[in-house]
């Protein structure tokens, strides 16, 4: 099948031989996003851009990506209108608030949904994030892309065959967006192939980490590491995705 411009990330994906093809997606649309928010092209500095960060903010993973980054200015001129509407936000939620009457069985269940109007707004704002959502509109259409190639074309489904797998991360969503991509026989067909593979692999990843622990053995201090030499990070990435052992994402100078 032809490659389309559409379908080369996910084909490079896959090529790359990675414990989970979606995991180096992730990576690469997520630094795309850094690029694109405090990068070259100064999106930071117009108007339309700012005004979606500013209402959306960011969340902490993402706040620390960007300190990382190394745009000083760049996060200065972020900070600087976000704040502004985060104040004009938390005035008018303090102007309307009353506090709750304290009553005994309040106390007794001490839990966070308590209906406190500032509660509530300071968490919709710690779930908002403007590289999250990007990043969401971007994966539904990766998923789409998956399930398009695996029901036409045989050379992708032959790759993902004899591919290493996916994190569980990204295979539970995997299979969540199967029951509206696929009809009953091709779930059939999916899963008859997806879920030996999952084992397999998730089973090699055991034995490299239990070969890692039998070579701090002193017995086999002089036996071959056979595969097990990065086990921890990729042991790490296939049960909960990403990449343990990257070091913060920097622009290219």
């Not at 591919?163 to 509206?180: N, P, Q, R, V, Y």
Request: glycine content about 8%; aromatic content about 14%; proline content about 4%.
């Amino acid at each position: 099948m032809k490659e389309q411009l559409y379908t080369i990330p996910l084909n490079d994906a896959v090529d790359a031989g990675d414990e989970c093809p979606f995991c180096f997606i992730e990576r690469s649309v997520e630094r795309d996003l850094l690029d694109f928010v405090l990068g070259s092209s100064a999106s930071y500095m117009e108007a339309d851009i700012r005004d979606l960060t500013d209402k959306a903010g960011f969340c902490r993973p993402h706040f620390q990506k960007m300190f990382y980054y190394g745009n000083t200015l760049g996060n200065a001129w972020i900070l600087k209108t976000h704040y502004q509407r985060m104040i004009g936000e938390m005035k008018k939620e303090f102007s309307g608030f009353k506090p709750g009457k304290s009553s005994l069985m309040g106390k007794l269940k001490k839990n966070t949904d308590s209906g406190n109007s500032i509660g509530m707004w300071v968490r919709e704002k710690e779930k908002s994030c403007y590289i999250c959502s990007q990043f969401q509109d971007t994966w539904q259409r990766y998923l789409d892309t998956f399930f398009y190639l695996w029901k036409q074309d045989p050379d992708f489904q032959e790759k993902v065959k004899k591919s290493k797998g996916f994190c569980l991360s990204h295979f539970g969503c995997l299979c969540e967006a199967s029951d509206t991509r696929l009809n009953d026989r091709e779930k059939e067909e999916f899963y008859g192939c997806m879920l030996p593979l999952m084992e397999k692999n998730m089973e090699r990843l055991a034995d490299d980490v239990s070969w890692m622990v039998e070579k701090f053995d002193y017995r086999n201090r002089d036996a071959d590491w056979k595969t097990s030499k990065d086990a921890i990070q990729r042991g790490m990435q296939k049960l909960k995705g990403g990449y343990p052992a990257d070091g913060p994402y920097r622009p290219a100078k």
